[in-house]
Every structure is written in structure tokens, then in C-alpha cells.
């Protein structure tokens, strides 16, 4: 999967003057495109588009202090319609306008080259298991919040603390399939699942076939599918954090899996008499193209 990443990071490097397909990117990565872009970005900690942006604008830069096209004809070059345009990505990005940087030799800011590979580091293992499950309900509520990759959420924080007793008793009271109990489900996110972008969060159960929901609560309908299911125990949020982050960078690059659309669902009980939590999460997969 990583020697299919890296074809693919040739792929930009040859292509940053004219069109990157995300398409054709997908392809190369023998990789379904929705999976390339997420893996991408989390991988990468930025969207794809992103990283090809600053990367033209970098490559731009280098052209811009050589002095021997004109920055019309650099702008043209690199995908902007008009000198402003350019000026304005160039500026955002440099903290000068491409002029000021051509006379005056200003130092410029630079987006390295990505090239991506397997550090295996020991000091935890990966448990996970493999579930086919199917279709079934999620029930609770939902709130749309803001994504965060470490601490606590404070969106999400305030949503649960004003749920109020009574309502996560009713919703408690409808679980019956696995993972059972409460669980945190996230879904919709944006295409590339930027921190700052948004999400659905639901405070909710895997419903028991043949529940009767109340009107009052959100329901989502989830399709059968496949689903890998990892565990791990450690502090809380950290552990949990991380083991998104490992799911990403570790384990699809070396499993014969992809991610697929889907809600995400995390179980989490927390150890008395301690910071740590066991965490249990769903990532809806499939199996890859390759």
C-alpha cells in the first residue's frame, strides 16, 4: 500500500503544472478515491488539495525568484486565471506578493515534498477483529460540532453535559446489539476531514432489532457492511487519539482493507481509579481493490 502512496505523491510531483485527477491518484494507490482522499489527509495532516496548493505555490516560489518566466506567465503555468489570483494564493502562502518577492529576493516559505513509510516503533500492539454485521439503527442525539484531533471536544463535551438524566436513560434503554451500551458515533464529515471542519455527532446505542425509537430521537439507518473493530486501553483522550492516528498510518497501509462511507463508532468505559479508558472502535471497511 505505501510503495502505491508514493507512486501516486510522483504522480502530483509530475503533475503540478497542469491537472491533479484525484481519480487517476486513486488508481495508482489501487485504492477506491473516497479511501485515498481520507488516508491522505490523515496520514498527511492536511486535505489533499491542500497539500497540491502549497505544493504548486512552493514550486511557483522557486520560479518566481529565478526571474526567467514573468509572473503572468508563472501564474498561468501553475493553474491561476489572472496575475491577482496568483498574487493573492502567493501572498497567503509567502507573506509577500510574488513582485515584492522577484525584487526584493525575499525569503520564502516552503511545502517539502511527502513521501510516506511504515515506522513500526514496538510499544503497543494493535488488537483488532474483523466483523460482518447486519443493516442496523443507531438511536440517540445528534449535534453537528466542530472537528478537534487532540483533547477533549468542548463542543461535544457541551452537547452530552446538556442531554440531561432522563434523556440517556431512554436512550441507554434501547441498546441490545454490538456494540452494546452507549457509544460515541461520528459521521458526515467533510471530504477532507480537515481539523476545524464539521461532523455529526451522536450520543447513542446500536438499537435492538424491533426497538420502538421515541419520536423525540434521531435515528440512523447503517446498511450491512464489513467493520474492523480495534481495542486499546490507556489514557484518556490521549490513548484514543492515538489509536485513530495508528488505524491511519499503521494499520491500512498494511492490511488488505479500505476505508469505506460510513458512520465511526466508539465504545469507551473508563477503569476506576484511574485515568485510563478501554476503547473499542468500529471503522466501516472493505476489502481493497488491490
Not at 463535551?157 to 458515533?185: M, N
Request: proline fraction near 6%.
Amino acid at each position: 500500500m505505501l510503495e502505491h502512496l508514493n507512486r501516486a505523491m510522483d504522480h502530483i510531483e509530475r503533475h503540478l503544472d497542469g491537472e491533479v485527477d484525484v481519480t487517476e491518484l486513486a488508481r495508482i494507490a489501487v485504492t477506491s478515491e473516497y479511501h485515498f482522499r481520507r488516508l491522505f489527509s490523515m496520514l498527511a495532516g492536511m486535505p489533499l488539495s491542500e497539500y497540491v496548493r502549497r505544493r504548486r505555490l512552493t514550486v511557483a516560489g522557486a520560479e518566481v525568484l529565478d526571474g526567467e518566466r514573468t509572473l503572468l506567465d508563472v501564474a498561468i503555468r501553475y493553474g491561476y486565471t489572472s496575475g491577482e489570483a496568483f498574487a493573492r494564493a502567493f501572498r497567503a502562502m509567502h507573506g509577500v506578493g510574488p513582485g515584492e518577492a522577484r525584487r526584493d529576493g525575499a525569503v520564502l516559505t516552503s511545502q517539502p515534498r511527502m513521501s510516506f513509510r511504515l515506522v513500526v516503533e514496538g510499544s503497543s500492539s494493535m488488537e483488532y477483529r474483523i466483523v460482518e454485521k447486519p443493516d442496523f439503527r443507531i438511536a440517540g442525539k445528534k449535534a453537528r460540532v466542530t472537528l478537534i484531533y487532540h483533547g477533549i471536544n468542548p463542543g461535544i463535551a457541551e452537547f452530552i453535559k446538556g442531554l440531561g438524566k432522563e434523556t440517556v436513560e431512554r436512550i441507554t434503554a434501547l441498546t441490545g446489539q454490538d456494540p452494546v451500551g452507549l457509544v460515541s458515533v461520528s459521521d458526515d464529515f467533510s471530504p477532507n476531514r480537515e481539523e476545524g471542519s464539521e461532523l455529526d455527532y451522536w450520543h447513542a446505542v446500536v438499537a435492538r432489532e424491533g426497538a420502538d425509537v421515541p419520536e423525540d430521537l434521531d435515528v440512523l439507518e447503517v446498511p450491512a457492511g464489513t467493520w474492523a473493530v480495534f481495542t486499546n486501553t490507556g489514557p484518556f483522550p490521549q490513548a484514543l487519539q492515538e489509536m485513530w492516528a495508528d488505524v491511519a498510518s499503521q494499520w491500512f497501509p498494511s492490511n488488505p482493507y479500505e476505508a469505506r462511507p460510513g458512520p465511526e463508532i466508539l465504545q469507551t468505559r473508563f477503569v476506576p481509579g484511574t485515568a485510563d479508558a478501554e476503547a473499542e472502535l468500529w471503522i466501516p471497511v472493505a476489502r481493497a481493490l488491490r
